[in-house]
Nanobody
């Protein structure tokens, strides 16, 4: 059974850092990514990474502040978030794809078959 379990969310102040983790089990994946959904808004792409880690993609809103990485030995995905802003407040979802060669298609949520339950990140200003 495939499972994605996020952890690491919480309440922080603007300017702080936070690291999210996503423990995957049940199979290995090609691309993995993070998406987020703020209250009253649609879910949006945050960052994605290829299976080897050679390719990474970021939303413009987080580029330079967030870093996505993965540990394939541990089957775990990470999102290091720094210089957090109030507009980063959202539920963050881990997603995993079995499709290879996505490249820029890694930004598209319909390319992901598996999703975690989400972890809340709240940034107070």
């Amino acid at each position: 059974q495939v499972q994605l379990v996020e952890s690491g969310g919480g309440l922080v102040q603007a300017g702080d850092s936070l690291r999210l983790s996503c423990a995957a089990s049940g199979r290995t994946f090609s691309y993995m990514g993070w998406f987020r959904q703020a209250p009253g808004k649609e879910r949006e792409f945050v960052a994605a990474i290829s299976s080897s880690g050679a390719y990474t993609y970021y939303a413009d809103s987080v580029k330079g502040r967030f870093t996505i990485s993965r540990d394939n030995a541990e089957n775990t995905l990470y999102l290091q978030m720094s210089s957090l802003k109030s507009e980063d407040t959202a539920v963050y979802f881990c997603a995993a794809s079995i499709l290879g060669g996505l490249r820029a298609g890694a930004r598209v949520e319909t390319n992901y078959s598996y999703w975690g339950q989400g972890t809340q990140v709240t940034v107070s200003s």
